[in-house]
């Protein structure tokens, strides 16, 4: 992993066939903080979502598309990120209702170039299940975006049933995003952010829940979108598919879905520092037209998000038709219906 100035990540940025000004990519993971959302942080008293060392990060679409320009993105789908809806001192369907329209506007305001994930207050099934509704059939939504629990209900639960029904119903497109876990040691590593590992192991703890609760083979219209390079799922997948095996050769039934294929029918983003070595995990697992790319815009940092960005045009462990995938062909195929295939 190598680390360059901001002069030389411009330059990167500028060179090679799939530079920005060669191929507008897609980011399928950046965050947005219209202003309801923000006062409703501000109500809740977040100063530094789950410890992120540079506290609640500040966003205007005028930031939104300078970043956008100068990365070479094309379009970005914009989503709520942790600690998503659920905030003291708000009521989660209100402050989701609110962002969602924020965003939908956005999306109309411009077109090709702004979509959106709508947020869904997962408190109440009848709660979520209306706002599914209301973000595909009023607001044109793009997806949704979940966390990855609500109040320690995690997305295999089976009282979260009803609601991948309707998911499945819309062949939803679902990010998920982590947030900081129901429980961890506080004693460990004090000080620092949980995105540093904790969204990790969060995002891989709701994905097992959520496959070994057959959710996703009883909802195969549901659109499953895993973040951060599939976090630890890649490196623990195959030591899961073992268990798997036993599990049903004990039970003498297909009780347990394949953990291999489940991820496989899946697709990844690569938001965050996954080039050179998560990269290679993820791509010995996933199906490589099933990868997109995200900038975690405005998370990532304007000068990290250039070096990240540029580290994807220019990977030499990547064959250019595998970055021109990521940055962008995967995602006009997951989005069809929402992108022209000219678009770029």
């Known amino acids: 992993m190598d680390f360059h100035s901001d002069e030389e990540n411009q330059a990167r940025l500028d060179s090679g066939p799939l530079s920005r000004r060669s191929l507008g990519a897609i ?48 379009t970005a789908v914009l989503s709520i990120s942790t600690p998503g809806v659920q905030l003291a001192n708000n009521d989660p369907a209100k402050v989701a209702r609110d962002a969602n329209e924020e965003g939908a506007q956005l999306a109309r305001d411009h077109p090709g170039r702004l979509g959106f994930f709508a947020s ?27 966390m990855t629990h609500t109040n320690g209900v995690y997305l295999g639960d089976p009282s979260l049933e009803p609601v991948f029904e309707a998911l499945g119903r819309y062949r939803a497109r679902v990010l998920v995003h982590p947030t900081e876990p129901a429980a961890f040691p506080a004693q460990v590593m004090p000080g620092w952010s949980r995105s540093m590992y904790e969204y990790f192991f969060d995002t891989t703890r709701t994905f097992i829940n959520l496959i070994f609760s057959g959710q996703l083979v009883r909802n195969p219209g549901v659109r499953m979108i895993i973040p951060h390079a599939g976090s630890a799922l890649p490196a623990l997948a195959q030591r899961i598919e073992r268990n798997v ?66 580290d994807m045009r220019t990977s030499d462990i990547l064959t250019e038709a595998q970055r021109r995938a990521i940055l962008r062909d995967n995602a006009l195929a997951l989005f069809a219906d929402k992108l022209p295939a000219t678009a770029g």
């Open 245 to 310: 095996k036993r599990g049903n050769a004990e039970a003498g039934q297909q009780r347990y879905p394949s953990m291999i294929e489940s991820l496989r029918s899946c697709w990844f983003d690569t938001a965050g520092s996954v080039l050179p070595h998560q990269m290679a995990s993820l791509l010995a697992l996933a199906d490589p037209t099933r990868i997109l790319w995200g900038s975690d815009f405005p998370y990532t940092n304007a000068q990290m998000g250039a070096e990240l960005c540029a």
């Open 27 to 74: 980011d399928t993971h950046t965050h947005y903080f219209p202003a309801p959302y923000r006062a409703a942080i501000d109500a809740a008293g977040i100063t530094h979502p789950d410890g992120y060392h540079a506290g609640v990060p500040s966003w205007s679409l005028d930031a939104q598309l300078a970043h956008m320009e100068n990365l070479g993105i094309e």
């Open 120 to 146: 869904i207050p997962m408190d109440g099934v009848d709660r979520a299940i209306a706002e599914i509704e209301h973000a595909y059939e009023r607001l044109g939504a793009w997806g949704v975006c979940l």
